[in-house]
């Protein structure tokens, strides 16, 4: 197997680990909350909320400094660094003993998330950029699976071993996979096709360059737009399927309604990497834009629950092609020498949706109604349809004038 395969199928596997790893506590963070005292439903809640939400925030800070990093020292180096750190944090939250030392330990964790936008980036630094799409599709199937299926492991275990075995067996895994890498990926830095790989470029430079270069800048915006996006229904969607059917898996089904979304990421990422390297990135990513906004409002009339399944699948078919498309784009259109920075700074816009869609969800269903969520979300698609679209007209009309 030639190495750029080899290397591919080990960040995939190894990916969806370190992926599995950032969720699989969402289905018993109240429940080990609750163990450290005794506190108030109101008092779990909102920690729960700052427990969670703490590692995507300090993640949108750090991921740039990361991918900066790697471009400097070496991709695989900063993987070691940060899969060891994600495992030691996740280790120390099984002796954890309050709620305070958990949040600091999920703070730490935000600190050393910059393991899968190093990993996109290396994957991405040895690929051909007419195959940058079908490839970075491959590999984001690892982490979408991860991330699909994080939650149900993190239950499995929880119910086998406890919770504080749930902690130290993920670690194990994590600390493992991140050893495979050390010994299996073979980085090569010789890349003959980046006549600017031996320039260094201030953040400064990078950021001016990211801001005038008006369509990479929006392409980037979408990525904060479908996370956003994404997870502004998530704190809401149990209490609307409440409303959609009476029955006692309230929270079987709306984590199905939410879990169907990321199967049909899983299913269609692959095929729109390849469309991309085929029609171009900009138009795939436009496309799924458009799609994604006329499979999300509908889900807001939904009558039943199976309704909104079948709808949530085919929003998820959309936003699957948004991540391999974005990043073969930056690929195509970045110097190698900076992608890293530049992809680090994709991954932060892409926690603040994490963080800000929750937020916004709430905030939105509180004032008005649930359903309100779904048109607000839907806007923002086709806002960010509407810039993509003019800006690839104006930046299309400019090269034309320029030939």
Not at 8 to 31: D, K
Not at 248 to 262: C, D, K, P, Q, R
Not at 370 to 395: E, G, Q, W
């Amino acid at each position: 197997m030639a190495i750029e395969k080899r290397n591919l199928v080990i960040m995939c596997i190894v990916n969806f680990f370190v992926a599995a790893s950032a969720t699989m506590i969402l289905p018993f963070l109240s429940i080990y909350i609750d163990t450290f005292g005794e506190f108030t439903d109101a008092y779990v809640q909102r920690w729960a909320g700052f427990v969670f939400g703490i590692t995507f925030l300090i993640a949108f800070f750090v991921s740039p400094f990361w991918g900066r990093f790697g471009d400097k020292f070496g991709r695989k180096r900063i993987l070691l660094i940060t899969g060891y750190g994600i495992a030691i944090s996740i280790f120390l939250m099984g002796y954890i003993q309050s709620v305070l030392g958990l949040f600091i330990l999920r703070l730490i964790m935000g600190i050393v998330t910059g393991f899968i936008p190093t990993s996109i980036a290396l994957i991405a630094a040895q690929t051909k950029k007419e195959e940058a799409g079908k490839v970075l599709g491959t590999l984001q199937m690892g982490t979408v699976s991860g991330g699909l299926f994080g939650p149900m492991i993190g239950g499995v275990l929880a119910d086998s071993f406890g919770f504080a075995y749930t902690f130290i067996i993920t670690a194990i895994i994590i600390a493992a996979a991140t050893t495979i890498v050390h010994f299996g990926i073979k980085e090569n830095r010789n890349i003959a096709d980046d006549k600017d790989r031996n320039k260094r470029h201030s953040m400064r430079e990078v950021l001016k360059m990211i801001f005038t270069n008006k369509v990479l800048l929006i392409v980037m915006f979408v990525s904060f737009i479908i996370q956003t996006a994404n997870f502004s229904i998530q704190p809401q969607l149990a209490l609307y399927v409440d409303q959609l059917i009476q029955a006692e898996n309230i929270a079987f089904l709306a984590g199905m309604a939410f879990s169907v979304t990321g199967l049909g990421n899983l299913m269609a990422t692959r095929f729109w990497g390849i469309l991309g390297d085929r029609i171009g990135h900009e138009k795939v990513l436009l496309t799924c834009l458009i799609l994604a906004g006329l499979f999300f409002l509908p889900q807001a009339f939904v009558t039943n629950i199976w309704q909104l399944v079948f709808l949530r699948f085919l929003f998820g078919i959309q936003i699957g092609g948004v991540i391999p498309v974005v990043t073969a784009y930056i690929r195509k259109s970045v110097p190698l020498s900076i992608q890293g920075e530049v992809l680090g700074y994709n991954q932060s816009f892409r926690f603040l949706g994490n963080v800000a869609g929750p937020v916004v969800g709430g905030l939105i269903s509180g004032y008005w109604t649930i359903a309100s969520v779904f048109y607000f979300s839907t806007s923002l698609f086709l806002i960010a349809a509407i810039c993509l679209f003019i800006c690839l007209r104006v930046d299309n009309t400019g090269q034309t004038n320029n030939r």
